[in-house]
């Protein structure tokens, strides 16, 4: 989960230590000598702080793109400090993400880090994190979101009817409660409302302390989110203890973690563990599907017919369910073909995780090219994602895209490999089912003038996309 507050924090450890940086790359300068295979070809920049005037000075989209053209698939740079390799091809993406997962480790800034626990699987590798991330697969595998979506639907149908009404809402905003709640039901199956209201609003202070400046003075932002850190590990090892002792049956992550038995080659874990790992999964879950789902809302009004088709989609279900009188089912998301497509070029044009980080843990040698240990590597999942070479007209919203068979490992919106995102599935439903809800039973209007795109944690429409909904009044049955 990498954004580009992630770039902006890197400044703050960067000022912090241009000296240890400094030797670094005096290190590096030699072992690349003492192998004999070149640096990928990129600028440098200036000293100390390379690229990242020029970065900051143009749409980050565009930054990559412009050196993708001038030096191809795999190029260096430096920003804020650090010296990465970027890269733009499928292969190179491939290479970095599956086939030689094991020379490239998740890195993120130690700040973050703590905000959501050290034990969280995405900064792990090897033994502990396979083991978990069993664990987290078995929580989120296709039968147990086929039991969940009958709860989704209600929940899409309460932030659906919390919206009507004519009043503007910032969709973004609006659609994170609603993730988060998804969240919840994922990890948690049922929660008391008073425990969820404790989680829900200690969880929000860390979130908004994840995207400040990490200093921890009193009353900064980012010293109120660690201390709501500590809040959250209390009410979960509260949680914790409640079922145990009461044996509660629900389903879920949690469950997946308190029920995980050595003799099956599951990890059992410690309570800081389990607590990290649902600080991460919420983590996770949230703000991504939240801003495909702020987009897709984007989309759908800027394409006016592609909305109807949407609609006579989702009309024909919703009338045959609302005579049999019964809810969404798996087979009936399986078989959204047309919003289905809508999704998947979302999920593209969007490209809410443009890129991730991995580090280099030794020296790695890629296509002739030298990538030292300790530098970053950067896979652009956005720059694969809208190169004309694999996606024609790139720019074009046009689902119809996904007709076709795609060219092998060009289309990564979960990612690869080892990381790839387990809970790609209940994004999926979750967007299906709230689409289905949205297109069927209400209308929207964005509100205000197109003014692009927010580079805020994930990319969302500039101002969260303010929208006005209502409920339709006729019902078509
Ligand atoms: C549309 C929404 C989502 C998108 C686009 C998305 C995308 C991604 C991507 C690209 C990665 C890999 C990052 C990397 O390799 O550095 C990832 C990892 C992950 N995602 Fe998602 N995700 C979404 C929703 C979710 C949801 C709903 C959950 C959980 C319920 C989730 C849980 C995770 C976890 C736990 C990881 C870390 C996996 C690991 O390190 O092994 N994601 N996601
Ligand atoms: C946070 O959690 C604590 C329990 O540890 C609770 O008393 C408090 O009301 C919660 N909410 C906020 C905003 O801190």
């Not at 409640?242 to 992550?253: A, F, Q, S």
């Not at 990890?267 to 919420?282: P, R």
């Not at 967007?431 to 003038?449: C, K, N, P, Q």
């Amino acid at each position: 989960m990498v954004n580009y507050f992630e770039i902006l924090f890197y400044l703050s450890i960067f000022l912090l230590s241009i000296l240890s940086y400094y030797f670094c790359v005096k290190n590096n300068k030699s072992s690349s000598k003492r192998k004999g295979y070149k640096l990928p070809p990129g600028s440098m920049g200036w000293p100390y702080i390379g690229e990242t005037l020029q970065l900051y000075s143009q749409d980050p989209n565009a930054f990559f793109i412009n050196r993708q053209r001038r030096y191809g698939e795999i190029f260096k740079t430096k920003i804020l400090g650090y010296p990465c390799v970027m890269l733009a091809s499928p292969e190179a993406a491939r290479f970095v993400l599956v086939n030689q997962a094991n020379l490239f480790r998740p890195t993120y800034p130690k700040s973050k880090e703590n905000l959501i626990g050290q034990s969280a699987l995405f900064f792990h590798q090897g033994d502990y994190h396979n083991h978990l991330r069993k664990l987290v697969q078995a929580s989120l595998n296709p039968e147990s979101i086929r039991n969940q979506i009958p709860h989704i639907e209600e929940l899409s149908i309460t932030a659906l009817n919390s919206w009507a009404g004519g009043h503007v809402v910032n969709t973004y905003h609006e659609m994170k409660k609603f993730s988060f709640e998804v969240g919840i039901l994922a990890i948690f199956g049922r929660l008391e409302v008073h425990v969820k209201e404790e989680l829900k609003k200690n969880y929000s202070i860390v979130d908004k302390g994840y995207n400040c400046f990490p200093t921890n003075v009193p009353g900064s932002p980012y010293r109120k989110a660690l201390q709501a850190r500590k809040r959250l590990g209390k009410i979960l090892s509260e949680i914790i203890r409640e079922r145990k002792e009461k044996k509660v049956l629900e389903k879920g992550l949690l469950s997946c973690f308190l029920n995980a038995k050595e003799e099956k080659g599951l990890l059992v874990l410690n309570e800081d563990q389990i607590a990290d790992n649902i600080i991460g999964v919420l983590f996770a879950a949230q703000d991504t599907t939240a801003s495909v789902l702020t987009w897709i809302l984007k989309y759908l009004h800027d394409n006016p017919k592609l909305l109807e088709c949407v609609k006579a989609e989702q009309k024909v279900i919703w009338q045959s369910n609302e005579q049999e009188n019964h809810g969404l089912t798996w087979t009936q998301t399986r078989k959204m073909p047309i919003t289905n497509k809508v999704v998947l070029e979302t999920l593209r044009m969007a490209s809410i995780i443009s890129f991730t980080f991995r580090e280099a843990v030794a020296d790695v040698e890629y296509k002739g090219y030298l990538i030292p240990k300790g530098w970053k590597v950067m896979p652009l999942f956005r720059n694969i994602h809208h190169n004309p070479e694999f996606f024609p007209d790139p720019q074009k919203f046009d689902p119809s895209r996904f007709e076709n068979a795609l060219k092998p490992n060009t289309f990564m919106p979960f990612g690869s490999g080892v990381h790839a995102c387990p809970g790609n599935e209940l994004a999926k439903q979750e967007i299906l089912v709230m689409t289905h809800h949205l297109v069927t039973e209400f209308r929207w209007e964005v509100v205000g003038s197109d003014s692009g795109i927010q580079y805020g944690p994930f990319p969302v429409p500039v101002g969260g996309l303010a929208a006005r909904f209502w409920k339709e009044s006729t019902t078509s049955t």
